[in-house]
């Protein structure tokens, strides 16, 4: 099965509006890490934001929020006031007790101008 | 400045060639990870490894192997190169502090393999 799905191959978003980019996860563990991450067209991969599973508020940093739902295993990236730069390929990963970190089939975002 | 660093940014090697990827962090970091990216699979999970000499298989490690002599440094091996394995490399590493999830994965610039 599927740790991590990302539903959305690719998304416009109009400049300055909010978008949100989903991501459900399947695990066992009670302990386990969420992570989204940016890679522009450049390739380098930008951590963006986390969320632990027994964080009981939403993670935020700047403009991104997690909109975490435990109970229905979802982690969707919420960004904010969106730019011109926010064109790129986001990835939702969670990483469990060992260690590894399993990885999204990604979502490529378009912001318009 | 943390660093991650991938021995190659591009890289074309013929069917059948041995091919050595190498991978060096800086951070003194304990977990090392290969995956391979692919457009419409992400990153997939190739091996990892959670201290030296020591690897654990993931998603996808047929036709790889790995290497971890020193901390700091963690290689993927192509026994045998073939056309199917052309893609793009990332090294990724990352503390396991107090057997906690919540440190993040660094990644290096990535390796653009092709296999002719």
């Known amino acids: 099965a599927q740790k991590i799905t990302q539903t959305q191959p690719g998304m416009f978003v109009q400049e300055k509006e909010a978008v949100t980019l989903d991501c459900t996860y399947d695990?066992?563990?009670?302990?386990?890490?969420l992570f989204w991450y940016k890679q522009p067209s450049s390739g380098e991969m930008i951590f963006l934001i986390y969320?632990?599973?027994?964080?009981?508020q939403n993670a935020t940093e700047g403009r991104y929020s997690l909109n975490f739902q435990k109970a229905r295993k979802s982690a969707n990236l919420v960004i904010s006031a969106s730019q011109l730069g926010d064109s790129a390929m986001y990835f939702c990963?969670?990483?469990?007790?060992?260690?590894?970190?399993?990885f999204g089939s990604g979502t490529k975002l378009n912001v318009k101008p | 400045d943390v660093k991650v660093t991938q021995s190659s940014r591009y890289l074309v090697k013929r069917t059948g060639e041995k091919v050595f990827l190498e991978c060096v962090q800086d951070?003194?970091?304990?977990?090392m990870f290969w995956y391979r990216q692919d457009p419409g699979l992400g990153l997939r999970l190739i091996y990892f490894?959670?201290?030296?000499?020591?690897?654990e298989k993931g998603d996808i490690p047929e036709g790889y192997s790995v290497s971890r002599e020193k901390k700091e440094r963690f290689s993927l091996i192509l026994e045998s190169a073939s056309t199917n394995q052309t893609s793009m490399y990332l090294c990724?590493?990352?503390?396991?502090?107090?057997?906690?999830?919540?440190?993040?994965?660094?990644f290096g610039q990535g390796t653009r393999l092709t296999v002719v």
């Open positions: 969320q632990g599973s027994y964080d009981e």
């Open positions: 695990t066992s563990d009670q302990s386990y890490g």
């Open positions: 951070m003194d970091h304990e977990n």
């Open positions: 490894s959670y201290d030296v000499k020591m690897k």
């Open positions: 990963a969670m990483r469990e007790g060992r260690g590894e970190f399993y």
């Open positions: 990724a590493s990352s503390s396991l502090r107090w057997g906690g999830v919540n440190t993040e994965a660094f």
